[in-house]
């Protein structure tokens, strides 16, 4: 997951400016429908969207990857987009934001992505109109894959309601790809946990630190999805969202804190992990320096006593010089020292819980 | 306690879709009574509570465990309960909240469980209604079971007066369950400075960390209960809290007040500890640095010295090799030696107070 | 000062049931002035305070201790006072708070008594009605024996106003406990500050945790009572407090505050000071590093340099082997070199200021 | 970056009092313009500026570096600026701010330039009246060179619009130099993490120490633009800007967050940098702990021993004194008595993975 | 700087009682001026004030040390200055604040004094009723001689305003105060970050910590500043500030502003540096336990060899004794073997980076 994401121009570049497309792969399905029919054309060419916009069924225009400049210039003309929103949609790495006119709605939603044990952040931008749903998403995986489903398999209240619903819809299964995401990191936690107490060695430092960037990072991204959904709550101007509608957006941001609060609380518990891991690595310290100290505390003052009788004074020249080397018990009593020695070494370590 | 326990469906998933009961063990349990006559029936089936419902006495239903979605379906129509309120009390793990209309009040609560020095959060839903309450509690421990009996032992202020206060009641119950689970955690905490500062174990380590692992899952899952309180407080729209019942309310605010202010400070209070083991395991390291370095600096030099007496040089060679091996008095001055050296050694550490 | 203080009821207990008293030991005083007359009457029977309500003087009735519920239920009766708060009473360890009515003023207080190095919190709480005040203050210290004094020792400000400036000053007295208390931890903590950079052992070490875990919770039990006196400043709708009465709990207000600011600050301190500890312990172990590896490094080499010349290959069967020992100048040589390396190791301590 | 910037004045010193210039060396260019033509005068000289002012196009003048006071009163005087806004000018090292009135703004910015690893912060300037935007900024940067080239260039929106459109267009741009200041601290944290875990030696420690006190510094004077673009937002008394212009400072405002939300998560993740250090810090110190430990543990014991047999016990003497020194294996049993223990040892570091 | 330093007196003293001053030591001077004309009497006695501040000029009192009851009554009888005002002024340690009355301001404010590296608060409190200014400050330092030159020397906008700019001029000056004593700051904060990582030694980690404590004393007294500036600027009540005045209140509000997020800054910064220092220690010990390890590295298992060869084991006994002793090339052998051993530690050392 990269620090820096944001797409943007040099200082003084002109206001609407569209940065250039990374790879110019996309593709625009849609979806027109209503209770009684739906069609599904996919691939369309984005000339071919006009009919559909006007008449009166519900339209789902989902534009998957990086449009080129000319694809999202005739979408923006045909519905009436803002230049500001479209370079939105461009310049990816956008803040999650929503924009509340009296007629349209542009909001920008961050999708957290896991594969492979990497999570990365696409931006989902919708722009709902006049019964006209517009969805753009970036990179190759689709998330709303489920809700082509629904909306084929048969006629639910999907089917039966107006475009505000669908729009509540694709915001609420963005929102949502924050659980199964939430779901991954507490398995990661309560691993790495386990690792911590047992071999705290730099593999699981470098996962720890790893982690709490991940969280860091993805909660800056997500975090102003809560105050959006809130600004849809409280916005009295736009006339599309019905209340049955915003009924099911309160629920939507019950989903958002909750993700918001479990992030908060995982973030706080990796940072434990860290303090955990150091306190862990100083635990080991102790084990080992007590290993070295009672080796050297057992045989340093023994081989002192050897090193003793390894003199090589001259009993000969003086009755003082080394006596015990002449004596007959004078082997057996150094052993007899360092045992005791030893022994006491073993006791004063014993009383200490050393061993 | 585990880290990640809220049931989600699939993003993209149809709202209000009930997730699958895990058991489909469960007991319905219902109470009528006025102040007058009360009439208790255990496990009656979902079909039989209609006529009860009718009447007007105060109907309390009480579901205990995992219902199924017939019996979930059927209790929600015979009583109006919103699609959305019905998926929160089988998708469990929901953040407290109340939803307050005019005739109606939902209210999900967080019930923690102490049972073998372990903790669970169960979720206890509420619904309250014209003169009918039901409550929903997953898990098989039921709460409320104080509560039947002061309705069944004679006529208190309970059972004169209406539903809004056997509300008040269950609300009351959930939130006091705090306050025996927190004067557990105090003893935790107590016995664990106690524990720290003498044996800084590995042990000690994992009930630390895993202490505040449980208070940080516990706060969130307490810590709306706050703003719940605080909204039926505040709110004026429902018609059937009396003003009375609302001053129990303002009590009931000073208890879950006190409880998160508690979690709180137990909370800090267990980062605390996490210091003071970290400082407890630097302060025994110096203790056993201490002794290694006494033994080492009191037997490495005399070692040396008594190595030096060890050589082989040749005395006979030249004057020069090694006289003291032919002193009268060398062994006693080799002796002296040591023995100046060690004393001036624990001189030494008896100055820098080592021992 | 103990973690858990709050006495509570088993939950699902009736609101408003008092806790059984703990020693049923207490004393009931009342005085009955007015700027002319005063009348003090020492542990008076409860019922004979009605004649002394019932004037137009005023009269503050006093209960120290731990008094039983028939006192407590035919004080209530006599003054009117709601079950909820003589529960407040009796439950001690509430946080504290004020209940403002039009004609009532019902407060609690966390009043702390320093006693012999030992901090505890004791729970006083007044109640203003027409021309009367109660006190209550639990434990057998009674905080306000100096108002007592004023009111007997002649006719000053405090005997010509109304009940309502007795009220503010028994909350300022309490209030004003802070002040020497802080006083007192102030002295603690430098105290702290001196005996940590010189001898940062177990002692000091439990002594700087006790301190922030007093200071913690004593910020938990005082905190409140800014608010406390905030909604007494705003509150327009209890007719009994004065103008002049207000502008003096603005001085109050100002007390408080100054104290939070000092707990605070004392309680940062105290964190600091914990810092400060580990790096103090820190700083000793490599103290007592440094004298290891000096020791170790002067001798360990010329240990090894010793012992070459004590190995016993023998001369006589080839000139290769330890032809040194036969040197005339061998064992000066041997010294020279073992001086050289202990000058080079003291140079290289010196060039790294380790001694 | 230095840690205290502002230039101020003796206290009490008369307020308005202008700090002397430090350089003296500034330069003054004006552009004048409308839709079909512009103007450009560099260097031009104070006096000269009158006649473009007057009249109906959009008069930009821009002072670059530390102007005389004679030029600025001189301006101020032509433009009716306020005596406190010109002290605001010369006293650099401001907060950035705004200053709105009915008919003139003001408005103060920090622009961060960053040249050969070097960051410091320039204080920007504008002040916007009548027709006439006029910007100073300190250094010999000049940030808005790219504006210049597009009034120039072409007849864009920027030459079709009014002096409020340029404002912004300033502003915007000194923001947007967040951005590449941002990606380049993104590399730098990158780096340094990678750099850590490998070798954190004492380089990579002031590294990251001065990494963060960058990050504090220039948080500490990027914060307030936040506070001043909503300002601009909020404002409903200035009548220059124009609603199409304000739906450009949303876009601004939400860059502006943007930038502050990257700049809290690298001053997080930069305290988790030096958290990171700490410990892989005292990781080495086990590795080289358990080195020594390894060492001395295995050669200590069989030093011991073979210093047992070093001894000069006579064995002549008695049978007691030193029988193994005559026993045919004696040697030999040494040798695998001392490789038993070293096995043993080795056994005991692989159990502990210490190997 | 002390931790506690507020004057208060025993809790249930009466309101308003005047603490005894301390020193009796004070001095009053008087100005007197209008545009025309200025009389200054210094050292006047409190009693020949009266004159004066009848007048229509405006009449400055400056009240500098610790003046005695008798005088303060005085003057507060003569200018209608509240009891509990008088009592702030000789309790001094308190809050900065201000109160704001229709025809009286009465302000405290905390005046920073930095003397050969001792920093100390005084208290500034400032009074200001029609044509009137009194200002009292403790200490012998006066802030104001600067003004009173003003003053003195011609007539500028002080002599032209009235008493509020005088007032304003008050202010700004003891808030200035802050500027000075923050660059010191900043200078110490350099010292010591360069010191630290050279030389992490105790007095360095005193410094560090004396600097915390002092940020943290003086953040506390100086913060309410904040407030106090903002509650005059906001104040509708009061009839003597003008709103010329209050333009340059806003200068003073950025001011108060700039001082505190300074303060902030460096609190943090300091904060940074303790952990800095911690770390700088590991790094020292790191240093310190590696020459030692290469120290015992290195000679620890050569003493061993040579050990070997120091056993008296009888070759004469048996051909498997030590025949090593009697090889030709044994000694040249040992010495190859052992300078093999060093030179594998070393490449090992190399390659791990340690020398």
Redo the contacts between chains.
Sequence with gaps: M???N?R????????GELAEPVSDVFSLDLLDYDASAISVKNDIDVHDCRPFIKNSNVTWIHVQGDPTHDALVTLAKGLDIHD?YIEDVVNSG??P?VELNEEQIFAILSLPVHNNNQVHIEQVSLFLTQNTVVSFCSGDFN?????VT?LQSGV???RRRKADYLFY?LI???I??G??L??TY?ER??TL?DEL?D????NV??QV?KL??EL??IR?RLWPQREMVNEILRDEENTQITPETK??F??CH?HV??IM??L???H??TS?L????????????????????I??????????I?????????PL??K???P?????????A?WVVILLMICGMLAFFKK???I
Tied chains: 1, 2, 3, 4, 5.
């Excluded at 071999?199 to 730099?202: L, M, N, Q, V």
């Design positions: 990269k620090l820096f944001k943007y121009h040099q200082p003084g570049t002109r206001p500001l956008q803040r934001k998330p709303f894959q489920q809700i629904r639910g209240k999907l819809n609420d299964t963005v949502d790809y659980f199964p939430l779901e507490s936690i309560q946990e107490l071999t705290p060695d730099k430092l470098s630190h709490r960037r860091l990072l800056r009924m099911h309160r629920d019950d804190i909750s609060e479990l908060e609380t995982y706080e518990m434990g860290m303090e955990l891991y150091m306190t862990s690595v100083s635990l080991k310290l102790n084990d080992v320096m007590k290993v070295l100290t080796i050297a505390t057992l045989f340093i003052p023994p081989t002192f050897v090193g003793v009788y390894g003199m090589n004074f001259d020249v003086s003082l010089n080394m015990e080397l002449q004596w007959e018990y004078g082997y057996i150094v200490h819980k050393w």
